[in-house]
């Protein structure tokens, strides 16, 4: 029974696999007749960075119109009627992971405001590390917040922003913001990217028929053919703006001062898709490496390399490439579990089944296994999967990760488990960890051998050159919500619990 | 074609007949365990007063919690799971008239906003005529409005308040507010109630089991078996208060500089249902009272008294009554029609059918009809009842309405067609108002008949006891909005169009 | 204890009130261009013979089209985008009362059969007393029952018959049915209408530019304008089939043995809305002189008759008119109802609120008050009725029923309770059903008042001119299945049970 | 412009790409307390086999339960709610492709009939070639078809069957079929399982707890962690019967005359998952070395080898280890498109986009490329890939298709488009088809590679050892409704036509 104890039982059920979620991605058009289909479209491309829900803001030159569904893109905006509701050349969206229930449409970006020259509409991947503290300070001044969402503290500083233009006013709120964030923000005749000053959210601009998109990811750009012009720098906005005569001005400044740049790697590591380019890096490029450099420090005897699909498929390819072991797709993915299978019977959990994965019993019988997956954080799922190759016949099971152990939270728009809860926190040596997972050996990828694999130099230590707390603690902006615990002040949590 | 012109051909299918529609009901209890079910039973039977969306806030001694849902009270809020939703022992609830779509929801009332000593929900029935000037200033200085409703300004002017206590930041917001509402409002421990310096619109205290309640008409307090207890005043407001004890303070404040009450006829007339006490006046009788005058003053020789249902049964029992004439159900009103048939095909345009009324040709065929209607607005639905009584074989058509004529638009929360669309308005004089409607006759109640009928004494030009500018143009309050012109400022208008 | 049992608290709750179902309306059309929109049409004006579901099917010259739907007619047959859907010149349609889920749409009616030589549709209201039966027989012998509707076993008659034209087939199955029905069937050319031998459902002939309709009632002829033309006879079957040049043939046929007609009483006394006629009778008039008859036969001495709305009223103008006793609406409907409040929590029935109906008190304090129902079925209702009427401050509440005591069970198409569960069968005497429900006094109309109301004559017991066997016991048919027990027999219950 | 006709437009927006389509998987259980809940599990490994509507039939001793749903097994069945109400030990299932609508429901499987001694419900997968003549007989001898599958024509002719036992009556049936299914019956007390005499679909016997299970594919055992037994014979049935004693008695039976086994090549091409075993041969290892064979017999010379996601990738993984060449994920499938983009706008198609899959841009520019995808049907999703790889910066784009050109129709459950639609029926040679394609090279696999990949041997025209009639119009059945040209007899076509 003391096993029971180790595995614990309540997380045990995890379809959503052992990751880490991160909160949005964007996208943002301006002049562009078709902008709310582009903006649909670019958005699917973005589904990876959240599945929960999906808005879009249109300006027509009259008006502003807003639509917002909870679920997927394509469950909702390839309908033309929907978009036949969003009408005109300017457009952002927004595309979200983790909220619940109908009500929480409130919170769904696109958020809204009308200023006193004319409306705003603001969307943004990330978070700020003082949104708590912004929003006691101008609630107390006789601000109403009608959604928990920190988007709406930046509506709120714009509206009180004593700044005649819309940017000013723009550039004045975020000013007064800490922490990562990719922001797109539209009005009347604007559309206005942001990026925080160290560059931990990606956000890239591109170019279709002339007129500028910012996105997320590059991938966004492939769907519709929009060309990349360039990543949106560390600290800067860009203000796009149509003339009188049509024609679209492009502003760029630095509001921010100037601090290197430190992407975020878990882009590289797990969210971003695989055929984007993040700071004009290539994310598969950057995978497969992690698996090459993953083979040379930690190399291991055995008949087959199997990925843990879909995240350790490049790095497997990288690692078979290199240790001269074939590569198989010795565990296949079910296409069809989506989202749905969120609420397992009793009988489904006790039957331990694998609705997400199953093994692929010809490829793995009788053999040495190294299974290739790009993290760990809590290892229940590794766990399951180990037990599920072993009942496939596999005579050895070695897991490599493409990554560095995880032993810090992010407060920059992934969502983390407790720190408790993490698997290099539980245990006392890596050793522990692969008992506990059940595998005869467990390597993880060194923090040096992984800035490898996708900057080409090692970590500098003086200035890193990507963020990367979860893996080392050092966070690369101040933490004021936490280190004023505001976050755990009661008064400051919402009052209104509206059902789902 | 000249008929075509005056017989509006859009118009031409209003099924939900042509009537004038208020915009809401409320209720509220403090302090009893079944707040929310007891707030559901009282907005079910205050259903008459708003049918397209209802919304109920508790608070259970920790949060707040909140429902809105589009559709009847009986949809949703008969469901065990939902009432379950709504813990605590104060709520308050509204239903409301006339807002269409899914996202409208942020439309729908009680509002809630989370001040920074607690949250506050409120809910009116009402208007403010000075609503879009306010709204103005507010946004000039910073203010963010999530809604296009009214009552979001008050939760600003509330939250922008410089007292300290809810109840002063409450009153304080009232003071700037003008035009007619009965108002509630809940927090952390109080209930509070508020009417309009004039008492335009209707609001009753209630008991139940010691606990107070509020509401817009005693039949809200019939239906769970309350004491009807007094009329909140005009200019009062009410701030009941759970002590620290358990037991429940009761403090009545009349902030508002005293005017004399002037109750909206219109309630008398259409909106409150019969059963209901308005201003200690029974409803029924003030209408059964109405169609006697009304037969004193328009006599006819005819062969049956029919009512329009259902709006002119009352009358038409009193006609029938003072005048000897036989009451018979001439029309038989189908009760399926609901709200659902809201897009009837051109076919069923074609044939003229009457889906919500049919006549009942055994007791008009061969028949002097003299026709009992509650009030005309438009004519429209007038017009096609008399061919249906003519198609039915009625020998003659005579009809008598229960009000006088109708030529104002109203900004207290009953909802106008333009002044132009009214019959009175669009004729010359009252034979050709018969014409169009194409009776054998045509009588309206005086307005001296009607004040008798309610009031027992005829209008006083000099100081009138009801609010009764419909009719004579002689409006109430101020017309701040009116005036200003704010309302047709573009710039004021809600530039966010969310589609249903 | 013991009231407990005497007050069934199970039933205690009957939202729909204490009264009779009726399964169906049906409607039919052939030759019309707008068939299917006029076929929603009239099923809407017989919404009252059922409200749980509706089906129309059509023929356009090439295919059957079928749409079914859960819920009003109004619902789903209004919207332009479902009678799309319902193209072609021939249409029948049905509105039913009593199924719930999803799944049961197998069960709604029309039910449609391939045949060899093209395809059936039909549609029926009543009740077959040998429907068990037959279906024993036919899957004894190899058919496949897909629905548990008896109509189903009509259509396999219809298969399995060895004649050659549609027309002979569908009398070759009557032949073999008893009970009570008003069915109609369509093919590709034909609409072929017929009722049962002894006449009890009812069904009307009328025509519409020329082109026949068959119609449970004349109120859906009423609601298009269309001729009433005559009652379909009792055993007749009448096939109206489009020729070859476009024209309508009419071929009236009376296949069964001739009997006495003996429609059902209780059309007259609460199913029929009160502005048809039935066998050439007003249903208003029927109920009026009801209300006159009662006031003849049992008197009393009362300050104000009050109907029990709706069903009450056109007998409490008569029982006023024939007393003098002033009719005044003492009790108000609730007409938001509808079917929603469908599950009260254990609070609602706790407060023993009223959502149905409310005391108009102003009319009823201090007052002799005698209450005009139109039935009494378990006295459940009238028990609730008597207490809200004497706390709203009645002195005295005496209760007039416009028709005889229920005792037997119906087996023709009206959904009856068990007769233990039957007022008239629970008591001794009506001075035990008179302190049951809480009266003054209580007082039925006698058949023969009855009889005089409807038919202007007493019954003649050898050959009684109305179905009454529910107030006589003296059924006009026979019970094949009830006598054989079939009812009761395991093996024929349908084995699969469809979830909801 | 002329492009435009070669380049069919209708079909260019083909999302769930150009591949041949399978209409259904089953599963069955006999006597486990878990029944439905496993045959959902098992069916969600089957969803592959088809995703439009899902059912399941469950027995309690009793009575039979039945859930059927549109949409994915996870979508519904995983819900407990639904799950309890398909209590019992017995239980079989069925997922589907290609229905749509709600009234469609009526087609969905399993479907039920009630026979003289008990009920009993039937599944399959496959295709009777024989369906439409039996139809037309049993229809002219009386019967009723309320569905348009042929499945109903089984349970038509076990209800007509002579025999007494359900088994023989079963197998009465069956007899009269001709074709291709794999089919599941249950009764009160059996489950039944039957192969087609040629064995062209699957269908394997598992255990699990002792208890038989029966379904299309081994993966649906792997799943819950079922023993594989063997595969059910061609032309066998299997009859599982709970004793009285609880004990479960096995009768297996060859009806059929004995004919050697043919298995669906197609299985092994396309339909089966990867990690299934049909007829005892690794799906996996059958399409790795049909990329091993592609690679002997069409070599390429080539920079990267890039895999056609999800089907083309074993194949590419044998291609690339048999030719030295890299495997690289060229092509990133997007996972959320589902079948959810169903209804493109006009621009999304103007714009060219690729919903499902995305160009790796970093591993195709500069590069020469050898696509590997499973097979060509029409050919018109590898001409838009090619172009997306060519935009992404390839300097040579070769295909190497894994299987052989597909002539023919499949009249046995696989959904063809119609002949002249097919590629290889559309060019006259491999150069013209390569052209249309727009590839720099175009090699299909033979006929003998591929069954040496399947099953070590080439092909015996004499006696094919598989089914393979699509390449080779080698039909391995009677084709009866096909040459008697009832497929084309407008009176056979079903009459009725539900819109959805």
Chains 1, 2, 3, 4 share one sequence.
Do not use: W
């Not at 879909?310 to 565990?331: N, W």
């Not at 009988?347 to 694998?354: D, E």
């Not at 040096?448 to 230590?461: M, S």
């Amino acid at each position: 029974m003391e096993t029971q104890v180790t595995h614990p039982s309540d997380d045990d059920f995890d379809l959503s696999g052992d990751t880490l979620h991160e909160e949005c991605g964007v996208f943002g058009i301006l002049g562009h007749t078709d902008a709310s289909t582009l903006t649909a479209l670019g958005l699917h491309a973005l589904q990876h960075r959240g599945q929960e829900a999906a808005g879009i803001v249109s300006f027509d030159g009259r008006q502003f119109y807003q639509e917002k569904h909870m679920g997927l893109v394509g469950d909702h905006y390839t309908d033309p009627a929907v978009l036949a509701k969003l009408p005109g050349t300017i457009a952002i969206g927004h595309t979200r992971y983790s909220t619940t229930g109908e009500v929480a449409l409130r919170n769904v970006q696109p958020l809204f405001a009308e200023l006193e020259d004319g409306g705003i509409a603001i969307a943004h991947n990330g978070n700020f590390t003082n949104g708590l503290t912004l929003r006691r300070q101008i609630i107390a001044t006789g601000a109403i917040c009608q959604s928990t969402s920190d988007t709406e503290v930046v509506l709120h500083l714009i509206a009180r922003s004593r700044h005649s233009s819309t940017s000013d006013r723009f550039i004045d709120a975020l000013r007064q913001m800490e922490g990562g964030y990719a922001m797109l923000a539209m009005t009347r005749t604007k559309l206005i990217a942001a990026r925080d000053p160290v560059g931990i959210r990606p956000l890239v601009m591109g170019e279709l028929d002339g007129k500028p998109i910012f996105c997320s990811e590059t991938c966004a750009l492939d769907i519709i053919g929009a060309k990349y012009v360039r990543d949106v720098e560390n600290g800067e906005v860009i203000i796009c703006e149509i003339q009188p005569d049509g024609s679209i001005s492009i502003d760029a400044r630095k509001p921010a001062r100037k601090v290197p740049e430190r992407p975020c790697l878990f882009e590289y590591v797990y969210f971003a898709r695989p055929d984007s380019m993040v700071a004009g890096r290539s994310v598969y490029k950057a995978r497969k490496n992690a698996g090459i450099n993953l083979a040379k420090e930690a190399p291991v005897e055995a008949d087959v390399v199997v990925p843990v699909p879909d995240g350790g498929t490049p790095a497997a390819i990288g690692f078979a490439q290199q240790s001269g072991i074939p590569f198989e797709l010795g565990i296949i993915r079910n296409h069809y579990v989506g989202r749905t299978f969120i609420e397992p019977t009793q009988q489904i959990r006790a039957f331990g089944v694998r609705l997400k994965h199953s093994a692929n019993r010809a490829e793995i019988a009788g053999k040495r296994v190294v299974l290739i997956d790009d993290s760990i954080v809590r290892g229940t799922t590794s766990l399951k999967i180990v037990q599920m190759i072993r009942d496939a016949g596999a005579t050895e099971v070695h897991i490599r990760v493409a990554s560095p152990m995880i032993f810090h939270s992010d407060y920059y728009g992934i969502d983390t488990p407790d720190p408790d809860k993490l698997l290099a926190n539980q245990y006392a040596d890596i050793e522990a960890m692969c008992r506990f997972i059940g595998a005869d050996s467990l390597q993880f990828l060194s923090i040096d051998g992984l800035y490898e694999a996708v900057g080409g130099k090692k970590r500098d230590p003086k200035a890193p050159q990507f963020t990367d707390h979860y893996f080392t603690g050092d966070y690369p902006t101040q933490l004021t919500d936490l280190n004023g615990r505001t976050m755990n002040d009661p008064k400051q949590i919402s009052m209104l619990r509206e059902a789902g």
